[in-house]
């Protein structure tokens, strides 16, 4: 199957995790694009898609969101999965589920939404993003599972040859 990959990462750890997603997919054999979601001009030529992005102050990267508000009836027509990151700590607690994240899933029909610890380095922020880091007192580290990644990105690849194998009986 063809599987756009695409990923909001302001600071390229939500994008890793992305890449991890796609790694494993273009492992099974699917012919991955990964593509950020800024240049995604039309969904179309794919037959699923996973879409990923980091929380920023309890909201998705505008880039999915707008994606999403670009090309949401085409999203809805293919299986579309979806992905987060944003706790950090130790242990890293689950934050509330950021309401635009219920939205976005709604919004393209999405067949699973996951959350992932996410990776904070504070040498990689601008002045506005420590200010708000000391402000809630969130720890620096990369508190990310990329295994976990790869665990999810492979439940992804059977669902896709389930979807395939009913396509080809007529089922799909």
Request: aromatic share 6%.
């Amino acid at each position: 199957m063809r599987v756009l990959v695409s990923v909001s990462s302001r600071h390229g750890g939500t994008r890793e995790m992305g890449q991890v997603v796609a790694a494993v997919l273009r492992d099974a054999g699917h012919d991955v694009a990964e593509i950020g979601p800024d240049e995604v001009e039309d969904v179309a030529g794919y037959d699923a898609a996973v879409l990923g992005s980091a929380v920023y102050v309890g909201r998705l990267a505008l880039g999915v969101r707008d994606l999403v508000d670009r090309r949401a009836g085409q999203l809805r027509e293919r299986p579309v999965w979806l992905f987060w990151s944003g706790p950090v700590g130790e242990p890293a607690t689950a934050p509330v589920v950021p309401d635009d994240v219920t939205e976005v899933a709604k919004a393209v029909g999405a067949r699973g939404v996951r959350m992932f610890a996410g990776r904070l380095e504070r040498a990689e922020l601008n002045i506005s993003e420590r200010a708000l880091v000391a402000l809630v007192h969130a720890q620096p580290g990369d508190y990310r599972d990329l295994e976990e990644v790869r665990d999810w990105a492979l439940g992804i690849d059977e669902e896709l040859r389930a979807l395939a194998q009913d396509a080809d009986s007529g089922a799909f």
